[in-house]
């Protein structure tokens, strides 16, 4: 049995959650699903309607808000009861927090940012990404093992529903509240966002490729010439050479423009997982083994100092 | 306050890996290598605790011999000696077997705060830090940004998905993973880099017992899926021919 482990924010499920039960239920095992929080009544019902054994809403006064030693105690005596051959996990920021204390507790395998997984001789086989996705390791785990699943690895919408609503069953487990070390303020955002990219048609976006922060104008100019936002890769808002706003990523925005213009952007799968889903995906990079080649629709192996003026002559041409 | 900073010696970005001949590690005798980025930043942040709080940062790091090249560079940077668990074996280990060599060399140190890099670049595992808090059964917190100590405590600021952050405090002793991007990193200067030259890195064995929890079966570039048109000649030839393909193809552009 593959227990999945959803994961929730204020009443809604997030879509990776969605993605990693379609992941469980393609691997032809029996599943059961576990949502947790305060009050998950309606979320067990949503997840009821997919083809599983089982539902579990496992409520708690530890489990909201979120601390990882809270969902750590509560995952752990529910994996403890259940036992299944392995859990699957969405491999989100929430998730990476508390799922490698929560193998130690359990004594489990853990093997993140899975993309794949298959049988071989009963084994479960998990594929990812390594070398920031310049390489695939197929990984057997050693035992029971915790799988966390990459945004994007399985589409939401291969997720196959149940003919009749699955049985769920209300967990509610004990974990002393004084027990939990951490102790969480409310989230908040920084300052208000100047620009929405998830709403842009066309981003040119630039990676570390761009060298220096003088150089962002010229693909300031570009993104102008065809009418884009300018994005960024990580590196280039840590360096603050352009404002969080403009971060696409697994930590920053999700984007499907139509059009994407990769810049100097090597393509590690942080940044892939945030744009993979553009319409058309241009790449201009110098090394022509960067990862960002392996999704691209069009690619330029060159520098990029010398196709982008040339690209902004021809447009303005 | 007692600082330990974890880091890894990774290959550099710019290297391509090659799968060595049963494909179960890369071939990394041509590999040049650095320190693991998001330790750098760790690294800079232990750096920045002591300079305002005292006390002492001690690098620790588990690998093989080469390894001693990044805890030099650390120790050049400032950090005020280091802690090097010695085995070639743990080049390939995971998560587990990494945190069980660190653990085990850090236990009687009795330090404050432990910080390290949210992942490493080579295995990518993201686990490390919180696996070495379990392990020492101290409190963890994870993709931190700010980091202010407080009386026995620290409250850190986490990255939450999306734009959203979060404030959280824990009692001191703590593990924190860092996230790239908290700070500007500082580099060796001369000055540190003869320094560094005078200070212990202590060599600890490895315990007998470390064990990974999962295993390679086989390494390989991936599959493209995508059909890439890939367009070649002069910058300016292969310019106008994009642009053509964008308008006339793609039409995602006017």
Aim: contains cysteine; hydrophobic residues 45%; proline residues 5%.
């Amino acid at each position: 049995m593959i227990l999945v482990i959803a994961e929730q924010q204020n009443g809604t499920l997030n879509r990776t959650s969605l993605e990693t039960l379609a992941a469980a239920q393609q691997t032809g095992a029996e599943v059961k699903v576990a949502v947790l929080g305060a009050d998950v009544a309606a979320l067990a019902a949503t997840l009821a309607a997919a083809r599983v054994a089982e539902v579990l809403g496992v409520q708690g006064a530890a489990l909201d808000p979120y601390t990882l030693d809270g969902y750590v105690g509560v995952l752990a005596k529910v994996v403890q009861a259940e036992r299944p051959d392995h859990v699957f996990l969405p491999h989100t920021y929430q998730t990476r927090d508390f799922a490698p204390a929560l193998a130690v507790k359990l004594g489990m395998a853990l093997v993140t940012d899975c993309v794949s997984t298959r049988w071989q001789d009963g084994q479960l086989i998990v594929a990812r990404p390594m070398f920031q996705g310049r390489l695939y390791a197929d990984v057997a785990p050693i035992g029971p093992a915790l799988v966390t699943f990459q945004i994007g690895a399985v589409r939401a919408d291969s997720l196959v529903d149940g003919s009749a609503p699955a049985p769920i069953r209300a967990l509610v487990v004990v974990f002393d509240a004084g027990a939990i070390r951490q102790k969480p303020e409310a989230p908040f955002r920084e300052a208000k966002q100047a620009v929405d990219l998830t709403q842009a048609e066309r981003i040119v976006a630039v990676g570390r490729g761009i060298k220096e922060q003088d150089k962002i104008e010229m693909a300031r100019q570009l993104a102008t010439a065809i009418g884009a936002e300018l994005g960024a890769s990580r590196p280039i808002c840590d360096a603050g050479w352009l404002p969080m706003d403009r971060q696409v990523g697994s930590s920053g925005q999700t984007v499907a423009p139509k059009l994407y213009l990769a810049l100097g952007i090597s393509g590690a799968i942080q940044h892939l997982v945030g744009m993979k889903g553009a319409r058309t995906i241009v790449a201009i990079n110098k090394d022509p083994e960067a990862p960002i080649f392996e999704i691209a629709d069009f690619g330029i192996v060159g520098d990029l100092f010398e196709v982008v003026p040339a690209m902004i002559k021809e447009l303005q041409g | 306050m007692k600082i330990a900073v974890c880091i890894k010696q990774v290959p550099t970005r710019d290297w391509q890996p090659r799968v060595n001949d049963d494909r179960t590690w890369v071939r990394d005798q041509d590999a040049s290598f650095e320190l693991n980025e998001p330790d750098a930043y760790a690294l800079e942040e232990g750096l920045r605790l002591k300079e305002k709080h005292g006390g002492e940062v001690v690098v620790c790091s588990a690998g093989p011999a080469r390894v001693a090249q990044a805890l030099r560079e650390a120790l050049a940077r400032g950090a005020d000696r280091a802690i090097h668990v010695e085995d070639d074996a743990l080049v390939t280990g995971d998560a587990f077997a990494v945190a069980g060599a660190l653990a085990s060399a850090m236990r009687d140190e009795q330090f404050d705060l432990v910080l390290t890099g949210l992942q490493s670049d080579d295995q990518g595992f993201a686990q490390t830090g919180v696996v070495l808090a379990e392990t020492l059964g101290i409190a963890a917190a994870t993709i931190i940004m700010e980091v202010d100590v407080q009386a026995g405590a620290v409250r850190v600021k986490r990255e939450l998905e999306g734009g959203w952050f979060q404030f959280v405090t824990l009692p001191l002793p703590a593990v924190l993973t860092i996230q790239s991007g908290i700070n500007q990193l500082r580099y060796a200067t001369l000055k540190g880099i003869m320094a560094a030259k005078k200070k212990e890195i202590r060599k600890v064995a490895p315990p007998a017992d470390l064990a990974s929890r999962q295993r390679i079966v086989s390494l390989y570039v991936p599959e493209k899926k995508k059909h890439t048109e890939m367009i070649g000649g002069s910058a300016t030839d292969a310019a106008k021919e994009l642009v053509r393909r964008l308008r006339d193809e793609a039409r995602v552009i006017s």
